[in-house]
């Protein structure tokens, strides 16, 4: 068991850097994008149609990739941005590029489901479309984005799992290539119950940060 757990918490924390950096990124991209859908969309505060349905199609086309072809499509630019494609810190660039759509439109969904009421009160009083957005469609949307981001953050650890297949390291990199491949069980069972505890950890997290700022409304 000693040995197992040698092997077991290193992969542990490369899973934790993968999905934590790989979130980070994946928010500053995808949170503005999710802002920039909601207020240029027909019924936004500022309604731009045309650029609103190119960005829609473009997040929709990475959106779509599934994440292992997504990663082997990645390898050249991964490759020329870090001079190598496997690895802990490699795979991060295409954990923040498949999740970053996610994160643009849960922010997007989530900004929509604003009470319309709460804008044109906030119009009515001289607010500018900046002072909305800050001011009254982020806090109000929060709770619903938090929760949004919760469900992505569990689907990286999924994601960062698959990523083992191609070298990514980890726990599915462990799981294949110690337990599966070298017919090692302890590993594997190991590697499975660690990520399940992972995933419920985060959801409890999440969830209560959500519930939180929910009451505070």
Known sequence: MEQILSLVLPSTVQTLQMVFFSTV??????FPLGVLLSITNPYGIT????????????????????????????????????????????????????????????????????????????????STNWQIIYKVLIPEALPSVVSGITLTVITLVSYSAMAGTLGGGGLGDLAIRYGYQRFRTGVMVVSVIVIIIMVALIQLVGTKIANKMMSKR
Do not use: C, W, Y
Not at 59 to 88: A, C, E, K, N, Q
């Open 25 to 30: 990124f994946a928010l500053l991209v995808g």
């Open 47 to 126: 309604p731009k149609p045309v650029f609103n349905l190119i960005l829609s199609r473009i997040i929709d086309v990475f959106r779509s990739f599934p994440f292992v072809i997504l990663m082997i499509v990645l390898l050249p630019f991964t490759r020329f941005v870090l001079g190598t494609s496997i690895g802990t810190t490699a795979t991060i660039i295409p954990l923040s590029i498949a999740a970053a759509p996610f994160v643009a439109r849960i922010t997007e969904t989530a900004l929509n489901e604003v009470d319309p009421g709460m804008i044109q009160a906030a119009r009515a009083m001289g």
